[in-house]
Antibody, heavy 121, light 109 residues
Framework: EVQLVESGGGLVQPGGSLRISCAAS????????MTWVRQAPGKGLEWVANIRPDANDKFYADSVKGRFTISRDNVENSLYLQVTSLRVEDTAVYYCARWGKDSSGWFLDYWGQGTVVTVSS | QTVVTQEPSLTVSPGGTVTLTCASS?????????PNWFQQKPGQPPRALIY???NKHSWTPARFSGSLLGGKAALTLSGVQPEDESEYYCLLYDGRGWVFGGGTKLTVL
């Protein structure tokens, strides 16, 4: 059974930093692109970042470029998001999800339950 | 910055049919946008429904279908059930990254 479990969220002051994690199990983690998606309270979904299976390529939304860093440890089967220079508007539930691909295209098939990051003074 | 637009809200009667759409500010949506559709209930993560325009995941109920309609991606629910009341999001690839639509709140009434 595919499982994705996020952790590491919390309350942070504006300008602060945090590293959130996603523990993966039930599939060959090192073979899959992974992603972070966030959702501000009462708002819609926002794609944040993608990372290739070998971590050699990373892609970011303009809203977080230069402040957030996605990474992974294929030995520990874990995905990470280092968030820095946090702003109030970064307050959200942060989800990790798995990318799949077949002949019809790309898809996000499995999602974690999310971890809450709150940026407030 | 690409903007993806969905109907903010729709209402459908139980047993009825409803179509949700997903438009891109860059032009007509095609298969190259790899449209995905997700269902989200309050307090839960999104659940994948449709990808690659019209492909279903193994868990997607048969009453859900995807298509391209008038330059937009579309999600059609046929024979709507009360449990289909949810928020629905589309996701498109714009050549630089991925963009979610603002979501459609579907009410079954």
């Amino acid at each position: 059974e595919v499982q994705l479990v996020e952790s590491g969220g919390g309350l942070v002051q504006p300008g602060g930093s945090l590293r959130i994690s996603c523990a993966a199990s039930g599939f060959t983690f090192s073979s899959y692109y992974m992603t972070w998606v966030r959702q501000a309270p009462g708002k819609g979904l926002e794609w944040v970042a993608n990372i290739r299976p070998d971590a050699n390529d990373k892609f970011y939304a303009d809203s977080v470029k230069g402040r957030f860093t996605i990474s992974r440890d294929n030995v520990e089967n874990s995905l990470y998001l280092q968030v820095t220079s946090l702003r109030v508007e970064d307050t959200a539930v942060y989800y990790c999800a798995r990318w799949g691909k077949d002949s019809s295209g790309w898809f996000l098939d499995y999602w974690g339950q999310g971890t809450v990051v709150t940026v407030s003074s | 910055q690409t903007v993806v637009t969905q109907e903010p809200s729709l209402t459908v009667s139980p047993g009825g049919t409803v179509t949700l759409t997903c438009a891109s500010s860059t032009g007509a949506v095609t298969s190259g946008f790899y449209p995905n559709w997700f269902q989200q209930k309050p307090g839960q993560p999104p659940r994948a429904l449709i990808y690659g325009v019209s492909n279903k995941h193994s868990w997607t109920p048969a009453r859900f279908s995807g298509s391209l309609l008038g330059g937009k991606a579309a999600l059609t629910l046929s024979g709507v059930q009360p449990e289909d009341e949810s928020e629905y999001y589309c996701l498109l690839y714009d050549g630089r990254g991925w963009v979610f639509g603002g979501g459609t709140k579907l009410t079954v009434l």
